[in-house]
């Protein structure tokens, strides 16, 4: 079974190397929509896959991270990304360039990397992020899978290459959030009663 979670941030970018001219030479935003797809053959103590509620907590600061905020591709020019940096409190540097394709991959890979440092407390089992798709128009949208995620074909993302400026980190719940992901730190989902 797949259940499907959805969140929306708005945000800027440049997406450098593009074929269109204003979207490689000028900061523009979108209103984003990322849904999340999870799986599994089996359902918890309350017959779900995965409870909704359980991804309001750390999945959504991360996501939201993304909201109000300027994707930089750490290649850009330095004057540039220095700029963007100075003038906007909230901004995301990312090892690739922010197109919906990559913002889906960067997204599967942090959200798979929680989830697979989650320890389920309600019999759920074998849960697993089956994909992301992230929405960047009304009408276009990039899906990302495992293979996508991990594929050098398609660039290598390391999560230490990510950097959350520190007017992000101060919205999350727990602002050493994205420093225990990388640092493989358990997180406890809420025992139920």
Request: proline letters at 1%; hydrophobic letters at 35%; aromatic letters at 12%.
């Given at each position: 079974m797949i259940i499907r979670k959805m969140f929306k941030f708005e945000n800027a970018h440049i997406v450098r190397g593009c074929s269109t001219?204003?979207?490689?030479?000028?900061?523009?935003?979108h209103s984003y929509k990322v849904e999340l797809l999870f799986e599994s053959n089996f359902l918890d103590n309350g017959q779900m896959v995965y409870d909704f509620g359980l991804m309001k907590q750390n999945m959504?600061?991360?996501?939201?991270?993304?909201?109000?905020?300027?994707?930089?591709?750490?290649?850009?020019?330095?004057?540039?990304?220095?700029?963007?940096?100075?003038?906007?409190?909230?901004?995301?540097?990312?090892?690739?360039?922010p197109s919906a394709e990559q913002f889906s991959r960067v997204i599967f890979l942090l959200v798979d990397k929680l989830l697979s440092l989650t320890s389920f407390t309600n019999g759920e089992k074998e849960v697993q992020l089956h994909s992301v798709i992230v929405h960047e128009t009304a009408t276009g949208y990039?899906?990302?899978?495992?293979?996508?995620?991990?594929?050098?074909?398609?660039?290598?993302?390391?999560?230490?290459?990510?950097?959350?400026?520190?007017?992000?980190?101060?919205?999350?719940?727990?602002?050493?959030?994205?420093?225990?992901?990388?640092?493989?730190?358990?997180?406890?989902n809420p025992v139920t009663v």
């Open positions: 001219q204003k979207c490689r030479s000028s900061i523009h935003g959504k600061d991360i996501i939201e991270s993304f909201d109000h905020a300027i994707a930089l591709w750490r290649e850009d020019d330095k004057e540039y990304i220095d700029a963007m940096k100075q003038h906007s409190l909230r901004w995301v540097e990312l090892p690739i360039s990039a899906q990302c899978f495992k293979e996508d995620a991990y594929s050098s074909l398609m660039g290598n993302i390391s999560l230490d290459e990510i950097v959350f400026s520190t007017e992000i980190k101060k919205g999350w719940f727990d602002e050493t959030l994205f420093e225990k992901i990388k640092n493989n730190q358990e997180f406890i």
